[in-house]
């Protein structure tokens, strides 16, 4: 039997009106990477959270290095040898990764006075560790999301971390800083660490961990060494029952070409036309820093256009905000709900209805209090969105679910295009296949879909045309039946594909 | 205590704090619990009440008014200045109340269109309506004269209806309102979802700015509000008239459980935090407690409600 580092046993967790997990079970094993699995909602989160100390547990007990342990905070549990490293990232932007790295644990010499010489000499040495090539006095802000996670993993590294815990770290990378987070992983756990690995991605799983933890709905459901389970397996045990075809696609007759963007041309994009039909659904696939996100924000009208027009319904529109946007059936779901998307303070029901309000204002501004309840339960039902209630804060939903609520927030406005940048983000096979249902369900209707995705799967297997961004051009367009994995990625990095 | 009991609680605390407190100087001070007292506490009280109502938007939206103290005087001196020169009762009262609301319109639009922080723009108001109004009254009270209606304008301040003095109907009729619009129009939805993100919320289609605007005219319009009552209970404009009542005001919401951050809390807590401040200041009163002391105690009292407040969550 190999050593158990760290043992949960029959741990509970209760929020006000909900019962986040009840009766798990976790073993993390030295110097194995421990995959905590299951849908959105199931707990996983919450678990990590009462590991180390974040939140305080209802009953149950843990064991760390054999030892029964209550931490009071994550300080505590960073002290004995636990780092969690949060989907949000927890590093100042404003600061250099080296103040990072070290912030309240400064070297200082007799006077007080902070050793900058030894913090950059450290810095550097963990950076090599954990094969950043940064300069440790570059501003954390300015690099990217991969770039931040490592900063994030050598910041538990100086901690002495024995076990580390990643919640959901890949969920905004590309796919070359998920390779070089791996290969981080792999030499910590050569060198001893254990860890413990969330995240949507099944592949990944195989790839990188040894055994599975699986929950459902808060509860326990089993632990199993990755050897013995397949990916189908993995899902059943995940989602309780099997799932059919992830990208039912739908074959229809397109309507008339309802939008048409021309030329358009600001800080971001240069010279970028495409239109498309009624009931299409055109996959906009690219690398990150591609302008994907910058274009869908310019039809949006969150940034200017310097040249070019938007057609609408053979008309030409001009939209200086994303009011304009969504009177004119234009809406849009950002890629970051926190920050973008969602009013985490506002109940599940506040945040549907927040950019339709006025289809359920009455007499001298009275919101139409009945109808809100009806149409906040429609989709709530339609989209499976887990919530104890409508009233339940947005902020304590599990991300998945965030996300629903985020994507349920524009379909209200009943628009004509609809711009879905990285839908399915963070959300769990099930939902995933759900939200796919919802888009085709939608596509069927007639609406058009502009879909950005970074996950080349999803952009094979639910557009029926593609374009593929480069440096804030259109790289290339392809037809679904053209398109494969490879012509997607060498216009996205630039070479030219006939 | 079981889990239910415990949540009411929680959500009652502060009323139940406002009980707990009220019984302790009932019990300390036999004048505290008469209703002639009480009336008098709702009273004084109504002037801050009807102030923090609109602090409260303002905080809500995440911002911050200095400006309403000023706003209450210059407010009040136009509106004396008028009656005094025969103007008819009601554009007078129209005038200052619009007055209030323009004062606070350019506060929005200095905080939307100028990106200003609201501390620094409304503290500069501040300190320019106060100027203005010393400007205009030359720094000496304007009484608002023996005009014909000069009975029915003090009546805002000290006239009774079913011996309920006016001024406390006026702070009812105020949070009724003000309630209304937090609870079941968008405006109120909007200034929720501003304060807890902005940049969502502008995403989400609206015009942040317009809400912002209408905010601080809300906040300026109810400064206004106070302004009259202030004049007309003392049938004159003090030109120093609402120095430092802003803070009165902040605290009044702070206590009352809006969180400074924006996007949480709401006008029955304001209520509450108003009558506490109101209720201590009498019962000092009441004790013949010194107003150096007064001070003192006021301050460490907000500290530990918020204290104690924090502490719950
Ligand atoms: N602070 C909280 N208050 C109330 N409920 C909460 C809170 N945090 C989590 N929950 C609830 O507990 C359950 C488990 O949430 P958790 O975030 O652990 O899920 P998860 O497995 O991490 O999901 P995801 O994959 O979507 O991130 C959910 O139903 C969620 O709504
Ligand atoms: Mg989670």
New interface residues.
């Given amino acids: 039997m190999e050593n158990i580092i760290l043992r949960m046993e029959n741990v509970r967790k209760e929020f006000p009106g909900v019962v986040a997990i009840n009766n798990v079970h976790l073993n993390v094993y030295d110097g194995k990477i421990m995959a905590l699995l299951g849908e959105n909602g199931a707990g996983k989160s919450t678990l990590v959270k009462v590991m180390t100390g974040v939140y305080k547990r209802t009953s149950g007990d843990i064991y760390y290095k054999g030892e029964p342990v209550e931490f009071k905070g994550p300080k505590e549990s960073q002290e004995a040898g636990i780092a969690i490293i949060h989907q949000e990232l927890n590093l100042i932007n404003e600061l250099s990764i080296a103040e990072n790295i070290f912030i309240g644990r400064e070297f200082k010499n007799k006077f007080g006075r902070i050793d900058w010489k030894k913090t950059y000499i450290e810095a550097e040495k963990l950076l090599n560790e954990v094969g950043l090539n940064e300069n440790p006095k570059e501003i954390v802000g300015a690099l990217s999301i991969g770039k931040q996670q490592l900063v994030e993993i050598a910041k538990a590294l100086s901690l002495n971390a024995k076990l580390i815990v990643l919640d959901e770290p890949t969920d905004a990378l590309t796919d070359k800083e998920t390779e070089s987070l791996f290969k981080v992983m792999r030499k910590l756990r050569e060198d001893g660490k254990s860890m413990v690995y969330i995240s949507h991605r099944l592949e990944e799983i195989f790839e990188i961990c040894d055994d599975v933890t699986i929950l459902r709905d808060g509860e326990f459901i089993k632990e199993e060494k990755i050897e013995n389970l397949t990916k189908d397996k993995m899902i059943e045990l995940m989602v309780g029952r099997k799932l059919e075809e992830q990208f039912p696609k739908i074959n229809h007759k397109f309507g008339k070409t309802i939008f048409q963007a021309v030329n358009l041309e600001n800080k971001y994009l240069k010279d970028v036309s495409f239109g498309i039909k009624e009931g299409e659904i055109l996959g906009i696939a690219g690398l990150m820093g591609a302008g994907r996100t910058e274009l869908a924000k310019t039809i949006y009208g969150v940034y200017k256009l310097k040249y070019g027009k938007l057609i609408l319904d053979d008309k030409e529109i001009s939209i200086n905000n994303p009011k304009d946007a969504i009177n004119k059936k234009i809406a849009y779901v950002s890629e970051d709900r926190k920050k973008d998307g969602l009013i985490l303070s506002l109940s599940v029901k506040e945040n549907i209805h927040i950019s339709a309000l006025k289809n359920i204002e009455g007499k001298l501004g009275y919101l139409d209090r009945k109808k809100e309840k009806e149409d906040a339960q429609e989709y709530i039902d339609s989209m499976s969105i887990k919530t104890p209630s409508m009233n339940q804060k947005v902020k304590n939903l599990s991300g998945g679910n965030q996300q629903k609520v985020a994507i349920a927030k524009s379909l209200i406005t009943n628009p004509k295009l609809l711009i879905l940048d990285e839908p399915t983000r963070g959300v769990d096979v099930g939902a995933k296949k759900e939200i796919y249902d919802l888009i085709n369900e939608y596509k069927k209707q007639g609406m058009s879909i502009l879909m950005i995705s970074s996950e080349i799967p999803e952009i094979l297997g639910m557009s029926d045309r593609i374009i593929v961004m480069h440096e804030g051009r259109i790289a290339g367009e392809l037809s679904i039946k053209e398109a494969t994995q490879e012509k997607i990625m060498s216009l996205a990095v630039g070479e030219q594909v006939i | 205590m079981n889990?239910k009991n415990k949540?009411l609680l929680m959500k009652y605390k502060s009323v139940i704090g406002l009980i707990v407190f009220s019984l302790i100087i009932a019990v300390l001070n036999d004048r505290f619990l008469t209703v002639s007292n009480i009336l008098n506490v709702f009273k004084q009280t109504s002037i801050n009440s009807v102030i923090a109502a609109g602090m409260t938007f303002i905080i809500l939206t995440g911002g911050i008014d200095l400006s309403v103290g000023s706003t209450l005087a210059l407010s009040g001196a136009i509106a004396a200045s008028l009656l005094a020169s025969g103007t008819p009762m009601i554009v007078a009262v129209i005038s200052a109340i619009l007055l209030g609301a323009f004062i606070g319109f350019l506060n929005g639009i200095i905080i939307a269109k100028g990106k200003v922080q609201p501390f620094i723009a409304t503290l500069a108001m501040m300190t320019i309506i106060r100027g203005v109004t010393l400007i205009f009254t030359n720094g000496r009270p304007i009484s608002t004269g023996d005009f014909s209606g000069a009975e029915i304008f003090s009546f805002i301040g000290s006239g009774k209806v079913f011996g309920i003095p006016f001024p406390i109907i006026i702070t009812i009729v105020v949070f009724a309102i003000a309630y209304y619009?937090l609870k079941?129009?968008?405006?109120g939805?909007y200034v929720?979802?501003l304060?807890?993100?902005e940049?969502?919320?502008?995403?989400?289609?609206?015009?942040v700015m317009q809400v912002k605007y209408k905010a601080y005219a809300i906040s300026g319009a109810l400064a206004a509000v106070a302004g009259l009552i202030v004049t007309a209970r003392l049938s004159s404009a003090q030109p120093q008239a609402g120095s430092g009542y802003e803070l009165d005001a902040i605290a009044a919401v702070v206590l009352g459980g809006t969180s400074l951050a924006g996007?949480?809390g709401g006008v029955i807590g304001t209520i509450i935090g108003a009558l506490i401040i109101g209720i201590l200041n009498n019962a000092l009163n009441l004790m013949d407690v010194t107003s150096y002391y007064q001070l003192l105690i006021k301050g460490i009292v907000i500290l530990v409600a918020v204290l104690i407040d924090r502490d719950s969550e």
Avoid: D, Q, V
């Avoid at chain 2, 079941?184 to 405006?187: D, K």
């Fill in positions: 889990k949540e619009i079941n129009t968008s405006l939805r929720y979802a304060g807890g993100n940049e969502a919320t502008k995403l989400s289609g609206i015009n996007g949480k």
